[in-house]
């Protein structure tokens, strides 16, 4: 037997609209206040799982139409869904029962396994409604499912929801496994769909503890989008997400984070201009530390892409060694001696932005550079980018330097100032490990953001972002941008796109240049391949999303 899935592909209108991301316990929140209002829990659960079975019944058919008869009528009789409810002891275990009990009255052919046994009166209540019904019970401990989730249209996993607060290990971890394994090998016939959130992933944070965590093809989100289905390992394990709406509404909520799915649209630049209107960016980076090839690329990359955002002017200074390859790959930038300190200050005067840090070295030198010139944007009240070198050594200035630090900080109220680590960077930060930081991406940069104030990145799969005391998640991106030199694509369209202050103010901003980087990469991707995606393909399709972007 075949199975259809009548599911319509995303539908596009809606997902370019921003969506508001809750912790999980803004959600236990929501219910709260909902059961406090004289509603009671069960009907919830009713809710849910009402919803969940419609929505099944009304997207997964499970009809034969292995062809179709000469008046175009399928060949063969429908024959009823096979669904097994795989089910844990809590209430997402309570909603696979229920979702099991509507089935079953509607006439698939279902079986639940029992992983968990039902711990909350609610699930019990659930279990016991299935009982009545009939519905063919195996508990996983036995063993004797085997026979029965073999040849099955339909999977639903109701082990964990938003309850999960530590890894899956013996009956549930071999049950995720074997949902796993059953796909692998029937993944065009078995269908997997996950209430609430695929079981293993932590709603909070995204992260899936060791690889264990059933992969959906769809995951039915009750009640309100979680923060943990957008980022990080979350993204290989959800599927397709469809809202489930039940009663209860967010609205004594504030959204923890806002999924934005595309940049906000540039205005058309006016006619009676020159090159000063568009402002003036100077990059600091492309060093040769002693015995080393350098890192001229760096800087380079940064250059070719904040030409590529339309900024009026821009001056490079890198070592001296990288001059002459610079002016070949992006003739119309000047150059500077990175080791000049007075002509680099001159230029920092002059210039509205100074991104600093790509490919700077992590040296005694590169470190003394990084101090006088952040020292000197300071004190000229510059807009500023620091990545990549330019964090590592911040981290050394934080014990180092306190009152330059302190100065930054000050400095960062008044001034646009954006950071951009990745984990490692941010750990160095925050005097952790990567691993720390990647077990709650969206605590680290809050951490982050809180001590020194400015706008913060965290880079990796769900961008966060914080900017202007709102949180995003930027959902364009794919992973062949994780290569080489896009961190200095980033800070170069980041860079062009703060100098120009012909741009509306909302457009200037840290989650904007992420959203357009994001965009190029994922058009780079769209003709190349995830494979060869490359930062030196980026800055052509930077310029193609700003003109894609740009309102008539
Ligand atoms: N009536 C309600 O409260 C409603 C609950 N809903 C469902 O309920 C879910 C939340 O229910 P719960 O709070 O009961 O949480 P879960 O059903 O996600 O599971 C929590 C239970 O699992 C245990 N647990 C956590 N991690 C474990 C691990 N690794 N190994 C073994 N046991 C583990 C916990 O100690 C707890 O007993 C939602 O995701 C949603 O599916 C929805 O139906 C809406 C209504």
Redo the contacts with the bound molecule.
Sequence with gaps: MSLRHTVDQENKQQDRQPVALYT?QQ??AI?KMW?DSGNV??S??Q???WQIAHWVNQNIVATAYPKLDEQGRPAVESVALKVCVWV????????GWLVAHYLNQWGAKVSVIEV?QA??A??SLARNQALQDGVVVYPFAEGQYKADTTDVDLYID?L??????????ND?AEAIALINEHKRHRSDRLTIVS???PSGVL?GTGQV?TGCAVKADFTLC??ARKLGLHIKDAMDYCGQIVDIP?IPTVLNQTPVAWLQYQAAPLIERENNTHKGSFGHALIIGGNQVDGSQGMGGATILSAMTAFATGVGKLTVACHTAFHSSLIGSVSNAMSLDLHNTKAVKALIEQSEVIAIGMGLGRDDLSLRLFQEYLQHAVEQGKDLIIDADGLYHLATLADKDVQLIEQLIAHARLHQVWYTPHSGEAARLLNTEASEVEADRLAAVSSLQRKYQGSWLLKGAGSLVISNEQTYVCAAGNPGMATAGMGDVLSGLAAGLLAQSTLAKSTRSLQQAVMLHAMAGDNLQRIKGAWAVQASDMPQKVGEIFKQQTLA
């Design positions: 999980p959600v236990y219910e059961f829990s069960y919830l659960m809710q849910a799982a844990g002891s809590g209430n997402n275990g309570g909603d968990g711990s909350t609610d699930a109701a964990f929801g938003i309850g999960l607060d530590r890894a899956p290990a549930y209430v609430d959130i709603a503890f009750l009640v039940l």
